[in-house]
């Protein structure tokens, strides 16, 4: 396990602290259940908030940023739960800091992004020293430089890389997984055509979600090999030839009046990275939802006299973005006015926003046996942020606590595939909705 000794400590000689000097761990702590590196983003802060009133009593916490002074400065207003967490030096470009980070710890979390330009030293200390890891990421390059460069590492020392342990992707991924798990229960046979339709939601939007967005947008206009990997279904599979061919399956961009859904539907924004975690989870659990399973993300738009308006506005959008992101001058034009308008990394809603927030999606499928199932997701609180934080720090403490009731395996993995269940029980413990069964059956109109 990692760490031992009495004592940690992370050596600096830069940001607050005079060159020589360390962090040190008190000696009661030799061993350090979760660090959280990033405690003085946006999200870092309410990661650290909610581990501070939701962590049991006994679990060991660190805090981790590139200021002692500043990570103090967030301790301090946490409470007196927080008062005896340790601090850390960490810096992305400090490997050695990184490195001490990692071995000194069980579970890092990691809410330091773009995490395509930030995230890849810290995976490869985490595989390294065999140290569980979980982040928020959004970012489909990132995920598959990560399983491609780092799994390897990670299953030889034991490390469970996690990735996208937020909005993206645990609503999609743990739902998928737990309505594959009560169809096989009634013996319904498998996944094939399953829909996830977004009925609910409200929220703000952060700059850091904004800078990663853009950043993995210019790195696909940039380089057509990347922007083939974006556009590639099963992007995220673990073996790309031993995906079944069930043709193309674009995100949509365009809206319509779907007959088995009953209502309009429209392009949902973080289907582009979703469905890529909830197919790579197929392919991670030996395609448990079937190897006939076809999936798709879609907005829910009502079937009000509105409904179709809002579908070509939403479409329109989609569209008109894609197109002006994707060709390299307007592209560049974009990303520059969105840098100077739009909320900057370490920005998000207020208080108020985050409280009021809230989404609900439901997971309609069909069997191999012609069954028909449909389940609901749903969170209190702005789904990027508050509801977030909880999933993160859920998944983290799942990690950290429950090691023995997981599945056995390692490497760079989806929810799905780390957690199964065990996590899907402590979110509805802490109020997330995960509920389903079979589809009422039609009312037949007289």
Same mark, same amino acid.
């Given at each position: ?51 501070a009133e939701s962590a049991p009593d006994g679990v060991r ?9 500043? /990570? ?81 590492a990670a299953r030889a020392s034991g490390a469970r890389i ?114 890529? /975690? ?35 506005a939403l479409a329109g959008g989609a569209l008109g973005l ?125």
């Amino acid at each position: 396990m990692p760490g031992s000794g009495n004592s940690v400590s992370i050596p600096t000689s830069h940001h607050g602290l005079p060159p020589g000097s360390f962090v040190a761990m008190p000696s009661s702590q030799p061993d350090i259940h979760i660090v959280l590196y990033g405690a003085t983003g946006f999200t870092g802060r309410l990661v650290a908030e909610y581990l501070a009133e939701s962590a049991p009593d006994g679990v060991r916490i660190a805090l981790a940023g590139r200021s002692a002074e500043k /990570v103090a400065g967030i301790r301090d207003g946490l409470g007196e739960a927080a008062a005896g967490w340790p601090i850390m030096v960490a810096d992305a470009a400090d490997a050695d800091s990184l490195a001490h980070m990692a071995r000194h710890s069980r579970v890092v979390i990691s809410t330091v992004g773009p995490y395509a330009t930030h995230g890849l030293p810290l995976v490869e200390a985490c595989a390294a020293a065999g140290t569980d890891y979980v982040d928020l990421t959004g970012e489909v390059l990132f995920i598959r430089d990560s399983a491609d460069r780092f799994d390897a590492a990670a299953r030889a020392s034991g490390a469970r890389i996690v990735h996208s342990c937020g909005f993206d992707s645990i609503p999609s991924d743990l739902g998928v997984f737990d309505l594959a798990q009560r169809v096989a229960a009634d013996g319904a046979g498998s996944l094939q055509d399953t829909t996830l339709l977004v009925t609910k939601m409200r929220g703000g939007i952060s700059g850091g979600t904004l800078a990663s967005g853009m950043a993995e947008m210019s790195a696909a206009r940039a380089d057509p090999a990347r922007k083939a990997v974006l556009r590639d279904p099963y992007s995220l599979s673990p073996n790309r030839d031993a995906e079944p061919d069930l043709g193309d399956q674009p995100d949509s961009k365009t809206s319509w009046f779907d007959d088995d859904l009953g209502q309009w539907v429209g392009p949902f924004f973080m289907a582009g990275i979703n469905t890529r /975690v909830v197919r790579r989870s197929n392919a991670l659990l030996a395609y448990h939802y079937g190897r006939e399973f076809r999936y798709r993300e879609l907005m829910g738009l009502g079937t009000g006299p509105d409904a179709a308006a809002k579908g070509a506005a939403l479409a329109g959008g989609a569209l008109g973005l894609g197109a002006i992101m994707s060709n390299e001058v307007t592209g560049k034009a974009a990303t520059a006015v969105a840098s100077k308008a739009l909320p900057k990394p370490g920005e998000g809603p207020d208080e108020e926003t985050r409280r009021k927030g809230h989404f609900t999606m439901q997971i309609h499928a069909t069997t191999t046996s012609g069954a028909r199932y449909v389940e609901t997701v749903s969170a209190k609180g702005d789904p990027g942020y508050q509801a977030t934080c909880v999933m993160l720090g859920e998944a983290a403490l799942c990690l950290a606590l429950d090691s023995d009731r997981l599945p056995g395996v390692d490497g760079v993995l989806t929810p799905a595939a780390a957690f199964g269940s065990v996590l899907i029980d402590r979110l509805r413990r802490a109020g997330m909705t995960f509920d389903g069964g079979p589809a009422p059956e039609p009312t037949q109109e007289s």
